[in-house]
């Protein structure tokens, strides 16, 4: 995958931070490089 | 040499996302003491922006189970499941900005990325960088 497929997937995408805010997805990685690692489940 | 130092050395951001609420984040935190930053997409939106599979078979199928009696036999042991038991999850390297620099989707339970090669396309990307700066 492009960034440039990924891009429209992720417009509008929040998650949430454990205090409980939402931040859109892609400020994320905005400034940074990150490893982004989607986790299967806790525990 | 762990996973975070190494990543610190290349400066390069630690970010978990699980399916879980941000309190099952905080269980998480704690009992494993993850370093990084944790997001939580209860509603699975983040998976499926990255395309992130998601079926009952992926996680119990013949595939998964194979790999589960390995990490048992290696001495990993699985806790309880908080969060959606059927997402598989993911490795992206990504940013800063519009850049996907390694792209890994479990295709089921235990299929995992090799470290490695996300740590090898950090280095290239950090070599292209420079070679750009000249």
Do not use: C
Request: hydrophobic letters at 40%; zero cysteines; charged letters at 25%.
């Amino acid at each position: 995958m492009r960034y440039n497929d990924l891009k429209p997937r992720i417009s509008g995408v929040t998650v949430i931070k454990e205090q409980g805010e939402a931040v859109s997805l892609e400020s994320i990685w905005e400034s940074r490089v990150v490893l982004l690692a989607f986790l299967r489940h806790f525990g | 040499m762990g996973i975070k130092k190494q990543l610190d050395e290349k400066d390069i951001s630690l970010v978990a996302v699980g399916s879980g609420t941000p309190d099952q984040a905080n269980v998480f935190v704690k009992k494993y003491g993850f370093t990084g930053e944790m997001f939580v997409s209860p509603d699975l939106s983040a998976y499926r922006a990255f395309k992130l599979v998601r079926g009952m078979w992926r996680s119990v199928g013949p595939a998964s189970v194979y790999r589960g009696i390995k990490a048992i036999t290696k001495g990993f042991r699985q806790g309880y499941t908080a969060g959606d038991p059927w997402q598989q999850g993911g490795i992206f390297l990504i940013g800063p900005g519009e850049r996907l620099l390694f792209e890994h989707r479990d295709r089921f339970a235990g299929d995992h990325a090799d470290l490695k090669e996300v740590l090898a396309a950090a280095e290239l990307s950090a070599a292209a960088e420079k070679g750009m700066d000249k």
